[in-house]
């Protein structure tokens, strides 16, 4: 803690909490205080201090862009007819072999009186209302087995999933330590999703008289999502994040020829670096 004082045209600084010496009175410092000036008389000379104020924490929007590898895991059955379901084994499942982005923007507010870079560790400091949107695209593959049967495949299938969702979340600081912030965040929201799958019968698949199924097929569905991270703040004005993100995705839509329609259910696990811009 320190003070800035200038006596005789030299600038000294005194390390001191709420001292009074001589009547002068020092106050505490922090790296966010507004300067100003008190005159004290000390030992028949005038005295000139610089005294930095607290400032409160004000609320403020930032800007996000992250970017990462994420997994896209989906539900094992699809209904080829009404009453024969086939089971996907899923060759790169919980791989990170697809990819995601996020842009976003944050309204924070601060809570209990919270500092920013505080050298006391803070807890739950900030809450932030997002408004985000997230784009995932990957590539599933692997055997297609005859009815739900765990040692009889009959196809080889490949998925593509490409999913836009538009996310209204909520974040937490959870705690913060000067520069470094924990935090949680969770959300709901509407997704956007196109597959475009297809199966190609192998030998067995062949022997059995099974044919090429084929879908590429649209829907608007429900999605949620949680994420946990932690920020180092740069500066006032930047900082960087990495997270830890799931999303699921509910009775997403396949149906096309070949194959009647089936709901699947997709989610994805991500890891993703971003950069934060306090705006204004």
């Known amino acids: 803690m320190y003070k800035k004082v200038l006596m005789s045209g030299a600038i000294i600084s005194i390390a001191t909490t709420s001292a009074m010496a001589g009547g002068m009175v020092f106050d505490d410092y922090t790296p966010e ?3 100003r000036k008190e005159r004290h008389v000390y030992k028949n000379e005038v005295v000139e201090i610089e005294v930095e104020e607290e400032e409160e924490a004000e609320n403020y929007w930032e800007l996000m862009i992250f970017g990462g590898a994420a997994t896209m895991d989906i539900d094992p059955t699809i209904r080829v007819t009404p009453s024969e379901t086939n089971r996907l084994s899923q060759e790169n499942g919980s791989q990170l072999d697809s990819w995601t982005a996020q842009l976003g923007v944050g309204y924070v507010i601060p809570l209990f009186d919270s500092e920013r870079f505080s ?10 209302p997002q408004i985000n949107v997230y784009y995932l695209s990957g590539d599933n593959k692997g055997d297609v087995y005859f009815d739900s049967s765990n040692d009889f495949d009959v196809a080889d299938y490949k998925m593509r999933i490409d999913s836009t969702r538009l996310m209204f979340d909520l974040g937490v600081t959870l705690a ?9 965040l969770a959300g709901i929201g509407p997704s956007w999703n196109d597959i475009d799958y297809s199966a190609t019968p192998n030998a067995n698949g062949e022997d059995c008289g099974v044919g090429h199924v084929s879908a590429d097929s649209n829907s608007t569905n429900f999605a949620y999502e949680f994420a ?3 920020t180092y703040d740069l500066n006032d004005d930047f900082g960087v994040s990495l997270q830890y993100l799931f999303a699921g995705f509910s009775d997403v839509e396949v149906e096309d020829s070949g194959l009647k329609s089936s ?5 994805s696990n991500s890891i993703m670096l971003g950069l934060r ?3 204004f």
Do not use: T
Not at 119 to 128: F, G, S
Not at 176 to 184: A, I, L, T
């Open 263 to 267: 709901d699947i259910d997709l989610h």
């Open 228 to 230: 946990a991270g932690i």
């Open 119 to 128: 050298d006391e560790i803070q807890w739950l400091p900030a809450i932030e």
């Open 33 to 35: 205080r507004e300067e």
């Open 277 to 279: 811009w306090d705006v």
């Open 176 to 184: 913060s330590y000067r520069n470094f912030s924990v935090y949680g």
